[in-house]
């Protein structure tokens, strides 16, 4: 079974991205994790960015740090992976 990305223009890819950075706190690093090329992830966020009309991230130079928005975002966001995960195992497994 394969799961449809994209759920009403919101990308759930951008949104895994996303949450990895935030859990890591640097697009290289979530590159690394992810295996996918910096320039991507950055890209894959802009467009979430604009997708749902909020900044999720500061980008510093210390590296990316979450909004007051974006923590609510990814809050919500990691849920749903949370989710997405779940129903994936349940049919793989089962």
Not at 40 to 64: Q, V
């Amino acid at each position: 079974m394969v799961l449809k990305l994209v759920y009403d223009g919101l990308n759930i890819l951008h949104m895994k991205y996303a949450a990895c950075v935030a859990k890591t706190g640097s697009l290289a690093k979530a590159s690394e994790k992810l295996l996918i090329a910096v320039p991507n992830i950055s890209r894959s966020i802009k467009e979430l960015e604009a997708d749902i009309g909020i900044t999720i991230f500061e980008r510093t130079n210390k590296g990316m740090e979450l909004t007051p928005e974006g923590e609510e975002f990814i809050n919500y966001a990691n849920g749903i992976l949370g989710q997405i995960n779940q129903l994936d195992r349940f049919y793989k497994d089962g």
